[in-house]
């Protein structure tokens, strides 16, 4: 009998001290893991001139894929979009970011329907095409939900790294193949990029 409550007594007496290494242990990890997040921020900066954050079209000259690729800016007209922006960031203990660009209808009373609306984005550098703008031109309804904002479109997303800057160029266009009518309908979105894990 005392033999058997001294194995016993032995079995929690081990089971204790492997219980508290581990509990030391477990500590330890979250301290430095902690630590570590703590340690790391990036903030992305957007940047534009005149207020290219938002672009707007109306309904008043559908063009081809072709042209509409070749659009470019001009003041105070409304018959296309056009932004050119660049995107910028501060990381503090890291060296890249995950990012995305997304856009959000601004919701207008006449709409022009968003399987008419295309976009199309480009390096500003270069003028070519980004990765999913080089094969299709696609229609604002194409678009994916974004994953940093559920009534966002994803545009685009990428990889920035520290002290990179990226400019882009984005055309916004009425399909060739929209139904002219009288009546006069416009299309707006808002352009926005954020942090994505």
Known sequence: MIKKHGSSTLFIS???ILLSICVFIGCLFLYFH????AAKNATIIFSSSDDSSL????SSMPVTDAIGKQLSFTPN?????YSEFSISS???GMDEVRYEIYAKNIGVSTEIATNYVKLYLTNADTDQPVEGFDQVVPTYRDLKVAVSNPAGKKIYSGVLKKGEIQNFRLRMWLADTYPITEE???FGILLYV????
């Open 90 to 92: 501060n990381m503090e």
């Open 55 to 58: 672009l707007m079209m109306d």
């Open 184 to 186: 006069v309908r416009s």
């Open 14 to 16: 081990i089971s204790l």
């Open 34 to 37: 902690s630590n570590d997040a």
């Open 194 to 197: 954020k942090v994505i894990n």
């Open 77 to 81: 007209q409304t018959k296309h979009g």
